[in-house]
Nanobody, 124 residues
């Protein structure tokens, strides 16, 4: 059974910061592209950030670029999302996702494995 477990969500005021973490078991993430998506009520799932298996390339959604940073530690089997300068419109459930091989890292359909999500709420 594959498990992706997100943590670090919560309530924060606008302008604040949160750091999300995603731990993966039982496979090692070395060969996997990893990403964060988010979904607010009534909205489609939205790409937030992605990082390729080596960590050499990162990708960001337009609305978060310059504020969020994705990172990975393959030795710890962990992916993180540092979120700074948070805005009320960042409020959503944030999901960690993984896939191996080719595909578009910005598209949810590329991903085989998903976590259960962690709620992030930004108050104004």
């Amino acid at each position: 059974q594959v498990h992706l477990v997100e943590s670090g969500g919560g309530l924060v005021q606008a302008g604040g910061s949160l750091r999300l973490s995603c731990t993966v078991s039982p496979f090692t993430i070395n060969d996997y592209q990893m990403a964060w998506f988010r979904q607010a009520p009534g909205n489609e799932r939205e790409f937030v950030a992605g990082v390729v298996w080596s960590g050499a390339y990162t990708y960001y959604g337009v609305s978060v670029k310059g504020r969020f940073t994705i990172s990975r530690d393959n030795a710890k089997n962990l992916v993180a999302l540092q979120m700074n300068s948070l805005k009320p419109e960042d409020t959503a459930v944030y999901y960690c996702a993984a896939y191996r091989g080719s595909g578009n890292i910005r598209m949810a359909s590329s991903f085989n494995y998903w976590g259960q999500g962690t709620q992030v709420t930004v108050s104004s």
